[in-house]
């Protein structure tokens, strides 16, 4: 099956300063990557996925990237916030449906 | 309002004495789905359903069953809990696969402690 390895495990940043994520996948059939954050005590939430057929997608202060031939993936926050603080996963799947998660991030933003 | 509710939301119980976590979604989703949570490991998926009558193992299959009699529910069956399944579980919901926007819903989660 699909095995998906994200890195850093934790990440602290200084507010306003960009924080990344990278994440590696093993099966080349995988065309979609979503990203979910998941605050402290809540479900994790959708906040920006990309499919295989695109290279790049940006949503505000957010954006991932995705490299087929090399099989990884990154999501990148700039001018980080407060509110950004949690933990955020990748994930992969083939056909939509049976999401591989990586084992997650914890971002700290500093004040 | 649209949303997975799931029930209960915490569970302490002992060691073989069966329990169900209920999973229900208002938004007409054709695709339900069982992940467990754990320090480290992420979110597995347990279990799958891509319609009624129709449902899959997912990556950590072992000691779970699951039943989709209605398309609103996906209830979470342990049949003889062990404290191996001490966990936070979510259940999610998402359009028919392969629609353009796949976006998976998660209920709020349970926590359960097996003694």
């Known amino acids: 099956g699909e095995n998906v390895e994200q890195h850093p495990s934790t990440l602290s940043v200084q507010e306003g300063d960009s924080a990344v994520i990278k994440c590696t996948y093993s099966d080349s059939a995988s065309n979609y990557f979503p990203w979910y954050k998941q605050e402290l005590g809540k479900r994790p939430q959708l906040i920006i996925d990309?499919?295989?057929?695109?290279g790049e997608k940006k949503d505000q202060r957010i954006a991932v990237t995705l490299n087929k031939t090399a099989k990884h993936f990154s999501l990148h926050i700039t001018e980080t916030q407060p509110e950004d603080s949690a933990v955020y996963f990748c994930a992969a799947s083939m056909g939509d449906y049976k999401l591989s998660f990586g084992a997650g991030t914890t971002v700290t933003v500093r004040a | 309002e649209a949303q997975v509710t799931q029930n209960p939301r915490y569970l302490i119980t002992v060691t073989g004495k069966k329990l169900t976590v209920t999973c229900s979604q208002n938004m007409n989703h054709e695709y339900m789905s069982w992940y467990r949570q754990d320090p480290g490991l992420g979110l597995r998926q347990i279990y799958y359903s891509m319609n009624v009558e129709v449902t899959d193992k997912g990556d950590v299959p072992e000691g779970y069953k699951v039943s989709r009699k209605e398309k609103r529910n996906f209830p979470l069956i342990l049949e003889s809990p062990s404290p191996n399944q001490t966990s936070l579980y979510f259940c999610?919901?998402?359009?028919?696969?392969?629609?353009?926007?796949?976006?998976?819903?998660f209920g709020p989660g349970t926590r359960l402690t097996v003694l």
């Open positions: 999610a919901s998402s359009l028919k696969p392969g629609q353009a926007y796949n976006e998976q819903f």
């Open positions: 990309i499919r295989s057929n695109v």
